[in-house]
């Protein structure tokens, strides 16, 4: 059974900076689509940051370069560094890991992604 668990979530004020953690467990696939989506209230799931199946890191429009995706191969883990965060990168962030094969900007599409962790809220307050 895949699980994906997230955790670093929080309140920060405008300016400050989050790390958020993804323990994957059971997921046993390599080379395939993983990284961060979010969800603010009102909008679509978005991806912010994943690793396409050649290991090229891809950043959704809206990231500008302040958030770095990182993986630790011993730990199975997926890291999300934030800094620089704004009043409208509050969302929820969901771990997210697919069966499939993808490179590039595929695999920022919700589509393309087979497990979800359970998501954990950031809120930046300006």
């Known amino acids: 059974q895949v699980q994906l668990v997230e955790s670093g979530g929080g309140s920060v004020q405008a300016g400050g900076s989050l790390r958020l953690s993804c323990k994957l467990s059971?997921?046993?696939?390599?080379?395939?689509?993983m990284g961060w989506f979010r969800q603010a209230p009102g909008k679509e799931r978005e991806g912010v940051a994943v690793?396409?199946?050649?290991?090229?890191?891809k950043y959704g429009h809206s990231v500008d370069g302040r958030f770095t995706l990182s993986h630790d191969n011993a730990q199975n883990s997926l890291y999300l560094q934030m800094n620089s965060l704004k009043p409208e990168d509050s969302a929820v962030y969901y771990c997210?890991?697919?069966?499939?094969?993808?490179?590039?900007?595929?695999?920022?599409?919700?589509?393309?992604?087979?497990?979800w962790g359970q998501g954990t809220q950031v809120t930046v307050s300006s």
């Open positions: 997210a890991a697919s069966r499939t094969v993808g490179y590039g900007g595929v695999c920022l599409r919700e589509s393309n992604i087979d497990y």
């Open positions: 059971g997921y046993l696939y390599r080379g395939r689509c």
């Open positions: 690793f396409d199946s050649s290991r090229e890191t």
